[in-house]
């Protein structure tokens, strides 16, 4: 395990372009609007614990965690936008939670107002640990952005509370969530502490899911329940939905719920970390392969299953009825980033980038306001039944839901962005990710700033300057260190210069270049990743896609937005051979590049009567725009396809 070091997002600034805006976008009409759903749904009044029975807005056993990651947002917010009126409602909330937490250090809005005999008994379903550990996570980003630890100390009291209540001692229960969060949490929280008993906590956690007697059948026999009724028949093994059929360092294989197995995953990789814990590494390594070599979208999405919001078997990818959870391929962008600081892989940076880009962007609409849960691959359109679920009239962004972990998990990510770019090691530095930004690596005393139009665009251009420090008067000369470089995946090709210099033969080892020179100030590195228009085709086990292609240039997937045609999209078919086209298009979206090419259109008004003849449907031709994955669906309402039939 190498055990690289994330630079924090508070040392990275992006300065232009693709995430600039989208963070800004965060910033200004994101969090808003969130605090603004979170206030007007009760879910901060619940924190009152003024609840009465029949009174609307009755609270929910998990609305905690929306406002616990709205929290862990906005405080990534101010560590880098200082801001005194969100300053004031952040602190406001925090009041809530301090006046609201119990004696003995309890905290859950639900449990405290609705169901208080109820605490710790249902631990399958209940979320209640996932909730604690939500405010966890949001209590160290508050004290790490801005050194206030009143909300620190609440949730240190909670977790010294769990930790009196879990554990392997007599009396104590040998429990831990349906839904995975605290295990990473408690690391979190060890980090920002040095208390080695929340890392402990955590580790148990972990190591006692799955194993026998098992707990979820435990409890639900002291309720008075059947232990086998909430089985879900469509899981391999019992349990399998939470990630509870064996122990953690057995798991063969994804199964489940999409998100709690990406929170587990993250958990497991943390853990390998800091105990050097090898056989959670493999375990880590092995639920990677699966997950991304047999059960990964295009896109970046994971959990291709509406009914259980997670994985089915095997090569099973459907369009129209995706589920790839907002949520999931956050989860999957975590987990991914934890994998490379483990190894120093670019493989998982590949997968990251491939979500961040695609099933993470598409999760929020350009205005900020308004949110995908699942994010589908395809959606009807052209006047079709708008009951089919999936269809152009059910699938659009709405500006909440009833369960709304997802918008708050896509602020939260966005406005911490800037800490998944670079990376330091004994080895070096590392650029992980290509955006418009400035990286102080404040140890090591260097300062790159990067320029680029990425994903638009190949080539980047980093400039190192060593800032001043002390009472320098300036910098040194130079300072020798390998700058690594990371390699797309999806680059066939690439060049690289220092100085205006061809470098001969850059190696590329685990997806990168290392460049090793003793560096001056004002030295620059030029690097010119090639950028063509790719046709993608998928496994030949993945049903539902063939005869189909999908079009992706760098890392960017794109798709086929009815208002862009005449005709419905699932109605176009695109050959083989056709030359494919790339224009700018600065006001459309944002500013996006768009394909253009040639295309087959099957006409349903030449059809004549009946379902079916034994002739086939004429074409025509006709031409295709397709434009990104994340911005489809911020225009008139219409169908979209991202795998477009081949002819």
């Not at 949110?371 to 999936?390: C, E, P, S, T």
């Not at 990743?529 to 790719?534: D, I, S, Y």
């Not at 045609?565 to 790339?582: E, F, Y």
Request: hydrophobic share 35%.
């Amino acid at each position: 395990m190498k055990n690289l070091a994330p630079l924090p997002f508070t040392a990275v600034a992006l300065t232009e372009g693709f995430w600039k805006s989208r963070q800004e976008v965060n910033r200004k009409a994101t969090l808003p609007a969130e605090y603004r759903q979170c206030d007007e749904t009760g879910r901060l009044a619940a924190l009152d614990l003024a609840w009465k029975p029949g009174a609307p807005n009755k609270p929910h056993p998990f609305w905690d965690s929306d406002t616990a990651k709205w929290l862990e947002a906005a405080s990534y917010s101010l560590a880098t936008h200082p801001d005194a009126a969100l300053e004031g409602l952040v602190d406001g909330v925090i009041r809530r939670l301090e006046k609201a937490q119990m004696e003995d250090g309890y905290l859950n809005s639900y449990f405290q107002n609705v169901a208080p005999e109820k605490r710790w008994t249902n631990l399958r379903d209940q979320h209640e640990l996932y909730c604690a550990g939500h405010l966890m996570e949001a209590a160290v980003a508050h004290f790490r952005a801005t050194g206030k630890a009143t909300l620190l100390g609440v949730m240190r009291r909670f977790a010294d509370h769990i930790d009196r209540v879990f554990g392997p001692k007599p009396g104590q229960k040998r429990g831990y969530c349906g839904h995975e969060e605290i295990e990473l949490a408690l690391v979190k929280l060890h980090g920002a502490t040095g208390e080695k008993r929340y890392l402990d906590l955590a580790k148990f956690f972990v190591d006692e899911r799955g194993r026998r007697p098992h707990y979820f059948e435990e409890e639900a026999k002291a309720r008075g329940e059947d232990p086998g009724a909430r089985h879900r028949s469509h899981e391999r093994e019992p349990f399998g939905y939470y990630q509870a059929g064996r122990p953690a360092r057995d798991l063969m294989r994804v199964e489940g719920h999409a998100v709690r197995a990406m929170y587990l995953y993250c958990a497991m990789a943390d853990l390998a970390r800091e105990y050097g814990d090898r056989a959670l590494f493999a375990a880590c390594v092995r639920l990677w392969r699966h997950a991304t070599e047999k059960n990964l979208y295009l896109t970046g999405g994971i959990g291709s299953s509406k009914a259980n919001e997670g994985f089915t078997f095997d090569y099973d990818l459907p369009n129209e009825t995706a589920y790839a959870e907002t949520c999931a391929n956050i989860g999957l962008t975590f987990w991914a980033h934890r994998m490379f600081a483990l190894t120093g892989g670019g493989s998982y940076l590949d997968v990251m980038e491939r979500a961040l880009y695609n099933g993470v962007a598409s999760g929020v609409s350009l205005d900020g306001r308004h949110f995908f849960y699942d994010n589908k691959l395809a959606a009807l359109g052209g006047g079709r039944d708008q009951h089919v679920d999936g269809a152009a009239g059910k699938h659009h962004r709405r500006d909440w839901f009833g369960c709304s972990c997802c918008p708050p998990n896509v602020a939260r990510l966005f406005a911490s962005l800037g800490g998944y770019l670079y990376a330091s090691g004994k080895d070096g530095l590392y650029v992980n990710l290509y955006a418009d930004s400035r990286a102080l690596f404040a140890e090591q005393g260097v300062l790159l700033t990067q320029k680029t139009r990425y994903p638009w665009d190949g080539e980047v251009t980093l400039e190192i300057s060593f800032p001043k420090s002390g009472g320098q008067t300036k910098g040194p000369s130079f300072r020798a260190f390998k700058l690594h470089l990371r390699i797309p995946g999806w680059c066939r090709s690439f060049s690289v210069k220092v100085n205006g210099m061809k470098v001969a033969g850059p190696k590329l080892v685990d997806g990168f270049i290392a460049l090793e020179r003793p560096w001056k100030a004002g030295d620059r590195v030029t690097l010119d990743l090639a950028m063509p228009v790719e046709r993608v085709y998928c496994h030949p086990s993945v049903r539902q896609n063939l005869g189909r292609v999908a079009l992706q240039r760098g890392p960017v997937v794109y798709c086929l937005e009815e208002v862009d045609h005449k005709a419905p999209v699932q109605n176009l078919s695109i050959p083989d051979t056709g030359k494919l086209r790339t224009a700018w298009k600065p006001k459309l979206l944002g500013g996006i590049v768009v394909i253009q090419g040639p295309a087959q259109y099957s006409s349903p008004e030449t059809w004549g009567k009946g379902l079916y003849q034994p002739t086939a449907p004429k074409t025509h031709p006709t031409t295709f725009t397709a434009i990104p994955y994340c911005v489809w669906d911020n225009r008139k309402k219409g169908g979209m396809t991202v795998w477009i039939e081949r002819g």
